[in-house]
């Protein structure tokens, strides 16, 4: 059982490349989320995924679309990367049903953008 | 809209000294309330949560916190600290029935010989 898995661990950018970075988790959790984390802001949802085929944006989701074809996958697409999404992405995905249900989060991608 | 505030960004504490991550919310509605922890280059990992009943909710590494709704804070404490707690804590908050989380800006905790 891996939990959550996050694909790469590290990636450099240039501006205006884009990339996907992959979310997969092994515990048939329903709910996925994607979160930024930069110095002193903690962490900002960006999109999250009820469900299979199902995406909606978070707070802060400019710049970013996701997709949720599989129910163990998340993906996250930059489409033309910038400076401003250098950041640390993370991951997470909890049991739908569940009052107030803990959300397990992946180790991360770190994003450089220059 | 419902905001998550952490007072202190870091707190040093010498090993075995108590320590106190104050976090403070606000909310329209009733709220589930959680703090995390984020050890060095790891992803999150759920720390303890209030989600009803006693106010006081405990962890198992010896961490507590405890819930006051009339001055809307979820502070969290430890009366012995080790070095192996040096780490960001965050406190979160879910409204009633949503999943989402709103999180605030973490505190870092370092914990020094």
């Known amino acids: 059982n891996a939990g959550v898995t996050q694909t790469p661990k590290f990636r450099v950018l240039k501006t205006g490349q884009s990339m996907t970075l992959l979310c997969a988790q092994d515990m048939n959790h329903e709910y996925m989320y994607w979160y930024r984390q930069d110095p002193g802001m903690g962490l900002r949802l960006i999109h999250y995924?009820?469900?299979?085929?199902?995406?909606a944006k978070g707070e802060v989701p400019d710049g970013y679309n996701v997709s949720r074809l599989k129910k163990q996958n998340f993906l996250l697409g930059l489409e033309s990367a910038a400076p401003s999404q250098t950041s640390v992405y993370f991951c997470?995905?909890?049991?739908?049903?569940?009052?107030?249900?803990?959300?397990?989060f992946g180790p991360g991608t770190r994003l450089l953008v220059l | 809209a419902q905001s998550v505030t952490q007072l202190d960004s870091q707190v040093p504490v010498f090993e075995e000294a108590p320590v106190e991550l104050r976090c403070n919310y606000s909310s329209s509605v009733s709220v589930y309330l959680f703090w995390y922890v984020q050890y060095p280059n790891q992803g999150l990992q759920l720390l303890l949560k209030?989600?009803?009943?006693?106010?006081l909710v405990e962890s198992i590494n010896g961490f507590e916190a405890e819930f006051n709704k009339s001055q809307t804070s979820f502070h969290l404490r430890k009366p012995s600290v080790h070095i192996s707690d040096t780490a960001e804590y965050f406190c979160?908050?879910?409204?009633?029935?949503?999943?989402?989380?709103?999180f605030g800006k973490g505190t870092k905790l370092t914990v020094n010989p």
């Open positions: 979160a908050l879910a409204q009633g029935g949503s999943e989402k989380l709103v």
């Open positions: 209030y989600l009803s009943g006693s106010t």
């Open positions: 995924s009820v469900g299979e085929g199902t995406t």
């Open positions: 997470a995905s909890s049991y739908s049903g569940q009052v107030g249900g803990t959300q397990y």
